[in-house]
């Protein structure tokens, strides 16, 4: 039996990290003007090997992620601050407003529906940022996003493990004044942050991140979509077609009955177009030979696999296994690339 978003939300875990005193649940969001001014910084760690090994030494309880209707890997790090996947369809929004969420950011690639967002009463910024790190400029738009839009914050990425977590630890830090340790400890235990992503870890454990009196100059309207363009554009659309195609595979490419416009073929096309848009950007084709030939070589391989889904949905039985082995040639070649240039 499917739970309704009040009962998901009953057992939706509430971390208790430390004498950080949470919220009984999720709850209305206070007025804006009742809101308490962001704690002090915390300093920097001292480092003695990597921010993610740093990050096993405070042991947090342990805790599994929430679940809602549209959201998932949740986890309610304080009383203002939420991290999870990105909202799925309209579901996905209706529980954060249900949540008492009242600002939602994005650190994805893709444009968030920000429109359908605030017809439910949710603001969203979008602050694009990348695998290896947030830079400079990033971490002041979050900070003053943190300390200046209304409270409960929902942060996503695509999945919520990764950038996603990161952003809402530099909230922590940043507004909840949460010791850089616990902050990257959260990223870790709870939300399942790579230790791959060393970038990302290293900003919060020792990074520069600004007084309340310096993002209070910062000029910066809160955007709520950024239009991403190149290399960020291409691998948003990436990201998710991969994933849409992984999943049809588990399927034997059949659809997904939850989600009917999620179609094989559809997406791997999505997936042909992307890969094809990537190898022709002048950063690929000026940026370095190994990079533009793996593009090259999943653009072929993006081919054979929408060629060969065409003729399994013509009748041809034998043309799904074949996809499945352009799928997995283009996830290697995936990976090859990652290794080098994602991080």
């Known amino acids: 039996m499917k739970l309704s978003v009040a009962a998901c939300l009953a057992a939706l875990p509430l971390v208790a990290a430390l004498g950080c005193r949470m919220a009984d649940s999720p709850g209305p969001a206070a007025p804006q003007a009742a809101r308490k001014t962001s704690r002090p910084i915390a300093p920097p760690i001292a480092l ?28 309610r790090l304080s009383p203002d601050i939420v991290s999870g996947s990105e909202p799925h369809g309209h579901e996905g929004l209706e529980s954060m407003a249900e949540m008492g969420i009242r600002t939602v950011i994005s650190v994805d690639g893709s444009a968030p529906d920000a429109a359908a967002a605030e017809k439910l009463g949710l603001r969203y910024v979008h602050v694009p940022i990348q695998y290896k790190g947030i830079t400079n400029d990033e971490v002041a738009k979050l900070a003053k996003t943190f300390r200046e839009l209304e409270p409960p914050f929902y942060v996503h990425c695509f999945h919520g493990k990764h950038r996603g977590p990161a952003a809402a630890a530099l909230g922590r830090v940043a507004l909840d004044g949460a010791p850089r340790d616990v902050a990257i400890a959260e990223m870790r235990q709870y939300c399942g942050t790579a230790g791959t992503y060393e970038g990302l870890y290293q900003v919060i454990a020792k990074g520069i991140i600004p007084t ?8 910066y309207d809160f955007a709520s979509v950024h239009q991403p363009k190149g290399m960020v554009g291409a691998m948003s659309v990436l990201a998710r077609a991969h994933d849409n ?13 939850a989600h009917p416009d999620l179609d094989a073929l ?8 992307a890969f094809a848009a990537a190898f022709a950007l002048d950063e690929t084709q000026q940026g370095p030979a190994d990079q533009k030939q793996w593009f090259a070589r999943s653009s072929a391989e993006s081919k054979k696999l929408v060629e ?3 003729r399994l949905r ?10 499945k082995q352009a799928f997995k040639a283009v996830k290697g070649l995936c990976t090859e690339c990652h290794s080098v240039y994602r991080n």
């Open 245 to 257: 195609v992984a999943d049809a595979m588990k399927r034997e490419w059949a659809a997904d009955a």
């Open 48 to 75: 003695e090997g990597k921010a993610y090994e740093a990050a096993a030494k405070v042991e947090l309880p342990k805790q599994a992620p929430g679940e809602l209707p549209g959201l998932h890997n949740i986890y």
């Open 212 to 219: 309340e009196e310096e993002t209070a100059a910062l000029r």
């Open 314 to 323: 013509a009748g041809e039985a034998a043309a799904g296994e074949e996809a």
């Open 308 to 310: 060969a889904l065409k």
């Open 266 to 273: 559809n997406e791997a096309e999505k997936l042909e177009q």
